[in-house]
C-alpha cells in the first residue's frame, strides 16, 4: 500500500472513514462507486472544442446526441423518437422523445437541438459538409424541427450520430448560441451522469453522478446506442499519468478500469484472473498517423512531404508499443483501418516501397536545407510516447534535422492548433472515426481551417463533395478508394501503424457494454 498514488490514498480514506462513522452498509456501498483511468487527463470539458480522447468520454457521460452508433457501425435513434426523410430526400424531420430534460430540469426542445446542431457544424468538417447542403433549420414544435437541404447530402444521419472527437452533442439553445471556439461557461446535459464541477480537481479527480432527469431507451445497451442504464452511484475518473502506478492500482483494486491498459502490462495482465484485457476488432482498433504541418517550412514542400513519407517504417514503430503479436498489425496503408469493412490498398504502394535509402533520395532531391522538424512529443501517453522516439529517430537516420519537443498531450493538443512552432505530431485515430471520408480528419479537413495541419487539395475537395451526394454503394466505393489515392499523393498525413490499444478493467465488474472507448452505463459489480 506504500506505492499507492497519494489521490487514491485519499479516495481509499474517504470511503473508509465513511464506513467507520456510518456502519457497514455503506461500506458495501463503496462497490457502487467505479474509479477509472483515462489515457488523457481530463482538461476541456466541452467535446466542440477539442479532439483529445476524455472529452469524448466525459461527453459521453453527461451529454446525449440524437442519434447514436451500435456496436456494428449502424445508426439509431437516441433523443429522438424518430426521423422521416422525404421521397426527394431533401426535407428531414425529426421527432424528439417525449419527456426529455437537462439536468437543470428545464425541457430539451427543438430550438435547443437546433441550436446545438449549428454549433457543433462550426467546427466539425462532417457537420460543416452537412450544413453546406442546408438551406434552413426550424421548429415545427417543442419536439419537432425540419431540417430542409437545398442540394442532396447522403450521410445526415451519419453526421449527427458520428461518435468523433468533435462530436454533435446537444445543450441548451442558451449554451450552445455561445462562442464554439471556446469551452461553455457550464456543463448542462441531458446524459446519463451529471459531471459534480464543484467537486473537480484538474489534474486530480472528476467525480460523476446519475443524473436522476435522464430517460434511458427502453432498448438493450449496444455501443452508443439503446438504453443507458446508471447502475453506480459514482463515477471517479482519477489522474495518474504513470503507466506502472495505474497498472499496478488496477491490479491491487485500487482502480476498476483503465482506458488503455500500458502496453508493457498487456501480457502480464491478461494473466491475471481478476482482471479482463479487451480485444478491440479491426474498427475499434487504433491508427497511429503523423499530423504533418504544411503551413510551416519545410513541410509545405510536397517532396520534403514525400520523403517523410517514405522515412516511416511501420513495423518498427507498431513493433516499439510492446503489445502481444495478435493485437497489432504489421503493415496497414488504408485510411478506413485495416480488417475492417471500408479497407482498401488504393494508393499504398509508395508506402510499401518506404525505407531509410528511399527517404534518403527523396530529401536529396527534394531541395531540403536542413530546416528543424519539430516534432511534438507526449511523454505522459502510453501510446504515443513510444510511437514519437521511433519516429524520430527514423527521420534523423533519413537525414532531418529532428527537434524533440516533450510535452503533455493535453498541452500538446493545445500548441498544434498554431500553424508554427510545430512540424509534426503524432497521433492516434479510433477506427470508428475513420469509416466515412466525411467524418475522417485525415481527409474531411481539408483546406479547413480549423483543421491542425492544414492541408489542401483541390481535388480531394471534389471527391469528398462527389462524395457527400451519392447513395449508391457502388460509387460510394470508387470515390472511397480515389480519396486514399489522393491522401497519400498529397501527404495529408503519414500512417504509421494500426494496433489494438485495449482497456482493463477488473473481472469483478458485469454489463460491459463493449465499444471503441469506455462507457460506464450498465455496469454492476460483483
Known amino acids: 500500500m506504500e506505492h499507492m498514488p497519494m489521490k487514491l490514498l485519499r479516495l481509499a480514506c474517504a470511503g473508509a472513514l465513511a464506513a467507520l462513522m456510518i456502519g457497514a452498509p455503506d461500506a458495501r456501498a463503496q462497490d457502487k462507486v467505479l474509479k477509472v483511468s483515462l489515457s488523457t487527463e481530463l482538461q476541456v470539458l466541452d467535446p466542440i472544442v477539442t479532439r483529445i480522447n476524455s472529452a469524448r468520454v466525459f461527453a459521453y457521460l453527461v451529454y446525449d446526441t440524437l442519434v447514436s452508433m451500435d456496436s456494428e457501425g449502424s ?40 441550436a446545438s446542431i449549428e454549433r457543433w457544424a462550426k467546427r466539425d468538417p462532417f457537420g460543416g459538409a452537412m450544413m453546406d447542403a442546408v438551406a434552413e433549420l426550424r421548429p415545427v414544435d417543442a419536439r419537432q424541427f425540419v431540417m430542409q437541404l437545398r442540394r442532396p447530402f447522403a450521410f445526415v444521419i451519419e453526421a449527427l450520430g458520428r461518435p468523433g472527437h468533435q462530436i454533435p452533442v446537444m445543450m441548451p439553445a442558451r449554451l450552445a448560441r455561445q462562442d464554439a471556439a471556446k469551452p461553455v461557461s457550464e456543463v448542462v446535459g441531458s446524459g446519463p451522469f451529471i459531471f459534480q464541477k ?14 436522476p432527469r435522464y430517460r434511458a431507451r427502453p432498448e438493450a445497451p449496444d455501443g452508443l446506442a439503446g438504453g443507458k442504464v446508471v447502475k453506480l452511484d459514482r463515477v471517479d475518473i482519477v489522474s495518474i499519468a504513470d503507466q506502472t502506478t495505474r497498472s499496478n492500482a488496477l491490479e491491487a483494486g485500487e482502480l476498476d478500469w483503465l482506458e488503455i491498459a500500458p502496453m508493457d502490462y498487456v501480457a502480464s495482465l491478461r494473466a491475471n484472473p481478476g482482471i ?9 482498433q487504433f491508427l497511429a498517423v503523423l499530423n504533418v504541418n504544411h503551413a510551416d517550412p519545410p513541410f509545405n514542400n510536397i517532396k520534403v512531404r514525400k ?15 510492446g503489445l502481444p503479436d495478435d493485437l497489432v498489425t504489421p503493415f496497414c496503408g488504408s485510411i478506413y483501418m485495416c480488417n475492417a469493412p471500408a479497407s482498401t490498398d488504393a494508393g499504398t504502394e509508395a508506402l510499401k516501397s518506404a525505407g531509410t535509402e528511399r527517404a534518403r533520395q527523396l530529401l536529396k532531391e527534394s531541395g531540403y536545407a536542413g530546416e528543424p522538424v519539430v516534432i511534438f512529443h507526449s511523454r505522459t501517453s502510453a501510446l504515443l510516447n513510444p ?11 533519413a537525414g532531418f534535422n529532428v527537434q524533440v519537443e516533450s510535452r503533455d498531450s493535453a498541452t500538446m493538443q493545445q ?3 498554431q500553424r508554427t512552432g510545430w512540424s509534426i505530431v503524432p497521433i492516434v485515430s479510433n477506427g470508428i472515426d475513420l469509416m466515412n471520408p466525411l467524418a475522417s480528419q485525415l481527409v474531411a479537413g481539408n483546406c479547413f481551417d480549423t483543421a491542425p495541419g492544414w492541408y489542401c487539395d ?26 486514399q489515392v489522393g ?17 482493463a478493467w477488473r473481472s469483478s465488474l458485469t454489463g460491459v457494454v463493449p465499444f471503441s472507448f469506455p462507457v460506464f452505463w450498465n455496469i454492476t459489480r460483483r
Not at 419527456?99 to 430539451?108: C, H, I, K, M, R
Not at 510511437?387 to 537516420?397: D, M, P, T
Not at 483541390?458 to 480519396?483: C, H, W
Request: proline fraction near 7%; charged fraction near 25%; charge should be neutral.
Open 307 to 321: 520523403a517523410l513519407q517514405a522515412a516511416i517504417v511501420q513495423p518498427e514503430i507498431v513493433a516499439a508499443v
Open 487 to 503: 491522401f497519400h499523393d498529397n501527404v495529408n498525413y503519414v500512417i504509421a501503424g494500426q494496433f489494438a490499444a485495449p482497456g
Open 198 to 211: 464543484k467537486e473537480w480537481r484538474p489534474g486530480d479527480v472528476a467525480s460523476f453522478v446519475p443524473n
Open 75 to 114: 445508426f439509431r435513434p437516441q433523443m429522438l423518437d424518430r426521423w422521416d426523410v422525404s421521397t426527394d430526400r431533401l426535407t428531414y424531420t425529426f421527432t424528439l422523445r417525449d419527456g426529455l430534460a437537462w439536468s437543470d430540469g428545464t425541457p430539451v426542445t427543438s430550438d435547443d437541438c437546433i
Open 415 to 417: 500548441r498544434r492548433l
Open 387 to 397: 510511437i514519437g522516439l521511433v519516429v524520430a529517430a527514423q527521420l534523423r537516420r
Open 276 to 284: 479482463v484485457v479487451g480485444k478491440p476488432r479491426g474498427m475499434d
Open 458 to 483: 483541390p481535388k480531394m475537395t471534389d471527391l469528398l463533395q462527389r462524395y457527400a451526394v451519392t447513395s449508391d454503394p457502388g460509387e460510394q466505393r470508387t470515390l472511397a478508394d480515389q480519396i
